[in-house]
């Protein structure tokens, strides 16, 4: 492997603040410098490759420069690259908008746009609250999440994070949330037992105060931020009937979940009838109330971000008084070019992509399991489709293991970014099992080199 181009290096840690960075730290770890992208590679000037096996932040759902989304984009580019949505209209935004509800079974629709994660929670969470003012129950502006959520990082998707190192720092201007136990954990083994303690303390919480609750907002079956923390689908549906029964909104957080990457379009799937494989087997008693989709959405290649519902939400909002409607928006809400993006992104889903996740999944465990299976630095080996994770034990870890095997994975050939001594791996949805089996072979090098 080569060393990135110094002079763009330089130049970067001059001119840009990095995203989730110390910048002072930046300095002795500077940031990697890339050229181009081609399926699951990453390359920097001088020609060094790096299999990104985060997806760059869980993005590049395809890989990168995937030639389908690339010519949707030009084919877009050339015709509308921009107008705005609030009194206009386009193909490109009316069609995701359909290809979407249709895979909500159509029990979720009217597709509200916007730009980026953070943004589509906060939507969601100003919908819920004025869904409730608008019909005559004002008293219920509260939100309920779990413990160790993440839900991005504007002041009102912190308001519904619980991750101290993001939200600490600005507790004072955010509002407070109501912490519930959550029924993600490391080890499977546990996955059943945490779920039955989360779902009593959900119910003693919703019975107590559901009159002042808005809405329930998690993350379906993991909890990626907080560790890549997983839970069994049963507490999504049994969640979703106490919602009902206390008459509390549930917001589906997809953006790390959502499209594919558990082997179902939404997580939230895996929790309906026989796993929502067939159009009439769930109403819509069984579906959240509200899916937030980011992310993947556009295959990594433009900002996008939207908000379903179903429609009892959007029919509260219409009326002749302007005040009782959804008076929010982005100045590039529902921009063509992502739209015509996500469209080819669905479009490569449902054309074989989405059914090859399990055996992609599959060859992923195999190899891991190869290389790494008989590991004793490491514990709480954990998977759900194309989300991979496992902890090092602490004896093993080190100061600043993180960014000692994120650099390491470098000097390997590999792009990971570990979340404390947790270390995750969600490859672009390409994999062969000749990719699984390298993959696993340099992540064992980088820990080798480090711990």
Known sequence: MRDSNPSLTQRSLAAVWHPCTQMQQAMRYPPLAIDRGLGPWLYDPQGGRYFDAISSWWVNLLGHAQPQINAAIKAQLDKLPHTMLAGCTHEPAVLLAEKLSVLTQQHLGHAFYASDGASAVEIALKMSFHYWRNTGQAQKQRFVCLQGSYHGETLGALSVTDVAIFRSTYDALIQKPLLVASPACANMHEQAPRMAAALQALEQ??????????????????????????????????????????????????????????????????????????????????????????????????????????????????????????????????????????????????????????????????GLQAALGQDERLENIRQIGLIWACDIKPQYAGEHFSERLHQAGRRHELLIRPIGRSIYLMPPMLLTPSHAAWLAQALKAALDEVA
Request: charged letters at 10%.
């Open 205 to 366: 919480l919703l019975h107590a105060q559901h009159a002042s609750i808005a809405a329930v907002i998690l993350e379906p079956l993991v909890q990626c931020a907080g560790g890549m923390l997983m839970y069994l689908p049963a507490y999504l549906a049994a969640a979703r009937q106490l919602c009902n029964r206390y008459a509390v909104h549930l917001i589906a957080d997809e953006i790390a979940v959502g499209c594919g990457r558990t082997g179902q379009f939404f997580a939230w799937q895996h929790s309906l009838p026989e796993g929502g494989t067939t159009a009439t087997v769930a109403d819509a008693s069984h579906w959240p109330d509200f899916i937030t989709l980011s992310k993947g959405i556009t295959g990594g290649t433009l900002p996008l971000s939207l908000v379903l519902c179903q429609d009892p939400i959007y029919e509260a909002f219409l009326s002749d008084d302007a005040a009782r409607g959804f008076l929010h928006s982005h100045s590039y809400t529902g921009n063509p070019l992502a739209c015509a993006a996500a469209v080819a992104v669905i479009d490569l889903l449902q054309g074989g992509v989405l059914a090859s996740v399990a055996q992609q999944s599959r060859d992923l465990q195999q």
